[in-house]
């Protein structure tokens, strides 16, 4: 059983910066593909954006031009650097993983591995 751990959010203000990090139990990342997700209150979660296993990234156009996707060399960090960051960015996270290897299939559907998720304020 794969377990994510998210960790990094906060509170910050309109134009901050955080980073999230997404930490698996294994050298998960290596073999498949994964999404961070958000869902404001009273929202649907949404994907933001998105790695293959072979670092082909996605954004979500809200989040384009300031938000970036990346891993580590030991395949087993996923990290969200947010940028520039909005009032309407005010969510909580989630890691997301196990869709597949590639960006098609995390867009197509989320995988059954879920971090905790971690909140994430943008307020002055």
């Known amino acids: 059983q794969v377990q994510l751990v998210e960790s990094g959010g906060g509170l910050v203000q309109p134009g901050g910066s955080l980073r999230l990090s997404c930490v698996a139990s294994?050298?998960?990342?290596?073999?498949?593909?994964m999404g961070w997700y958000r869902q404001a209150p009273g929202m649907q979660r949404e994907l933001v954006a998105a790695i293959s296993r072979t670092d082909k990234v996605w954004y979500a156009d809200s989040v384009l031009g300031r938000f970036t996707v990346s891993k580590d060399s030991t395949d087993k960090t996923v990290y969200l650097q947010m940028n520039t960051l909005k009032p309407e960015d005010t969510a909580v996270y989630f890691c997301?993983?196990?869709?597949?290897?590639?960006?098609?299939?995390?867009?197509?559907?989320?995988?059954?591995?879920w971090g905790q998720g971690t909140q994430v304020t943008v307020s002055s």
């Open positions: 294994e050298h998960f990342f290596s073999v498949e593909a």
């Open positions: 997301n993983a196990g869709s597949g290897p590639t960006l098609a299939t995390v867009l197509r559907s989320p995988g059954p591995y």
